[in-house]
């Protein structure tokens, strides 16, 4: 039989675009033997050209970006689309995080989300309106039976905003493993950003680490670069000698509008043989606080600077590693000069490599000087204990071994009912938080519902009374003594008055904030009748928008704000409309 011309000429013509398009995801895949869907999705917005404020798996605090944040112009209202068939998988509504948000299960196996939405298309919004009502909360997380919400690839299911702990309008957008719930770099998945411009090397540093454990008493030298366009070298020849580990600080940026993104992978060679491949293709949320480990993190906090380290700590469950040749630490003993290379790459492929000679001594290394301390493996659960604290160390909190020190300072003036104790230092990260116990000095009973524990700056840690001892579970180490509040939170009308005609009015505004423990609960009455508040984390401000709920005439208004100690505070008025 002979094929009809025009139909084999066609499919010809799709398998050449098919191969060019499966050939150019192959070159952005450099370290993954990953497949990946690259004809199914469709962009998010139709901005042109795309441009990201944030990149995958950039540098944030205490987390790895989960996904691209594309630009929208410093402006809020534009139509966000499904990028492919499916169904709203969930519909969450948060006081801050991504604020309000989408997810659709697609086909193909693989979720999209976008997150800091101005607001729900039309459908959408009244579905989450009945549930916060049904639920009385404003915050919801549900997740619709698959049948409830079918959406169609190109079909407008919200516009784009500033929702939630957005730093400025733009959209957040993932695409995530239905199954394992992995979020993985967008950019496999053919959504094109325009780049051709190399990643930046701004920094190289060397740590001398010898057979020790990394922590903020590590020797570390910043090494001179010079260099641009892709091409950097560094200022001269290094003299090293023994067990190190290397460090660079690195950006990148795309075409057009771009912001100071993050790089893809950072890979380094000794000799021609590959020691450290990090490649941010996906990682599990469980793992994201794991960047604290990534990076020198006493220097992040001294200073800000992201300094990747190109070794890992063994108690760094990240899987983003390959290649590794003890752990990226290097012995330098063999008076030989040897050729270190780095190679920084972006998503797209664009790559800057940074050459420089090592030359190795030979001499003895003079052991270090460690301060004393109590020694916790990293491997296992630790305790510490004495007549006024109990730390418990679930396994899984350290990333290397621990020279744990503690010490116990006098009790603070005013709000107090312990002494501080100091546990380790603020410059050791942890990967999930510790159990603290501190024994309470003469709590009256009517205050012991009303303790919890704080750190030296007064941030509240929670926590609660049991058998003589305030417990919580901070995140960080730090100092931290028992103190109580008593007071309940505060309630500002922004709008409103007593009598006031909200005729002409959408909204009656408030800002509501708490001088300690923070804000448990919200609740608004209108004629007796529970009314939907909204609230915004980052400005404190607390609304209600008005609907067929409330008719014309007089209205009685209670709004009631509770605290995480159980301390309330009531608003009542009286209001037209």
Avoid at 172 to 187: A, G, L, S, V, Y
Avoid at 505 to 520: A, E, H, Q, T, V
Avoid at 533 to 544: G, I, R, S
């Amino acid at each position: 039989m002979i094929k009809n011309p025009i139909q084999y000429k066609l499919k010809f013509l799709v398998s050449i675009c098919l191969l060019f398009a499966s050939i150019f995801v192959q070159a952005q895949q450099i370290f993954s033997t990953n497949k990946y869907p690259i004809t199914d999705f469709r962009q998010p917005l139709d901005i042109s050209p795309p441009a990201l404020a944030g990149s995958f798996g950039e540098i944030r605090g205490n987390h790895f970006h989960s996904g691209i944040d594309f630009r929208t112009n410093q402006r809020e209202g534009y139509p966000v689309y499904a990028v492919a068939d499916g169904y709203i998988s969930r519909l969450r509504v948060q006081n801050s995080g991504f604020g309000q948000a989408l997810y659709i299960n697609h086909p193909n196996g693989f979720t999209t989300v976008y997150g800091h939405l101005q607001r729900f298309a039309p459908k959408i919004a009244t579905i989450v309106k009945n549930l916060e009502y049904e639920k009385k909360s404003f915050e919801i997380d549900e997740f619709p039976d698959a049948t409830l919400i079918p959406v169609h690839k190109g079909e407008i299911i919200a516009w784009s905003g500033n929702r939630g702990s957005s730093g400025g309008p733009h959209l957040h957008f993932e695409i995530r493993d239905t199954k394992t719930e992995e979020t993985i770099n967008p950019q496999f998945f053919g959504i094109i950003i325009p780049d051709n411009i190399p990643p930046v090397i701004h920094g190289l540093y060397v740590y001398r680490l010898n057979g020790k454990s990394f922590n903020e008493n590590t020797p570390k030298q910043a090494i001179g670069i010079t260099g641009a366009n892709g091409n950097y070298k560094t200022t001269g020849p290094i003299s090293l000698t023994g067990e190190v580990g290397f460090g660079i600080v690195v950006t990148d940026r795309h075409n057009g509008l771009s912001g100071t993104n993050g790089v893809y992978s950072i890979q380094l060679e000794v000799d021609g043989k590959k020691i450290y491949t990090s490649a941010l293709e996906r990682f599990a949320f469980e793992h994201s606080k794991a960047i604290n480990s990534h990076i020198d993190y006493p220097t992040y906090l001294n200073t800000k600077r992201s300094i990747q380290k190109s070794f890992v700590e063994p108690g760094n469950p990240l899987k983003i590693y390959s290649g590794l040749v003890n752990s990226g630490r290097i012995n330098f003993n063999d008076g030989a000069s040897h050729q270190v290379r780095y190679t920084i790459t972006d998503s797209k492929g664009n790559s800057s490599v940074l050459p420089f000679t090592v030359n190795a001594g030979t001499a003895p290394i003079a052991a270090p000087v460690i301060p004393a301390g109590i020694i916790y493996p990293y491997n296992k659960v630790n305790e510490f204990n004495n007549d006024d604290i109990k730390v418990v160390f679930p396994l899984g909190t350290l990333y290397s071994d621990l020279n744990f020190t503690y010490k116990k300072l006098p009790k603070p003036t005013g709000n107090a009912w312990s002494a501080v104790h100091h546990i380790h230092n603020r410059y050791t990260p942890l990967h999930i938080g510790f159990d603290i116990s501190i024994k309470a000095d003469n709590l009256p009973e009517n205050l012991r519902s009303k303790a919890l524990i704080v750190n030296s700056n007064g941030s509240s840690q929670g926590g609660f009374f049991e058998n003589g001892y305030v417990k919580a579970t901070p995140k960080n180490f730090g100092s931290f003594y028992i103190a109580t509040d008593t007071l309940a939170p505060r309630i500002i009308p922004v709008n409103i008055a007593e009598g006031k005609n909200m005729a002409g009015l959408s909204k009656i505004f408030f800002k509501i904030s708490d001088n300690l423990s923070g804000i448990k609960s919200f609740n608004g009455y209108i004629d007796g009748k529970w009314a939907l508040m909204e609230f915004d984390t980052k400005t404190a401000t607390l609304w209600h928008s008005f609907d067929e709920r409330t008719a014309s005439g007089k209205h009685t208004l209670e709004l009631v704000v509770v605290d995480m100690k159980e301390n309330t505070r009531k608003y009542t008025t009286t209001f037209f409309k």
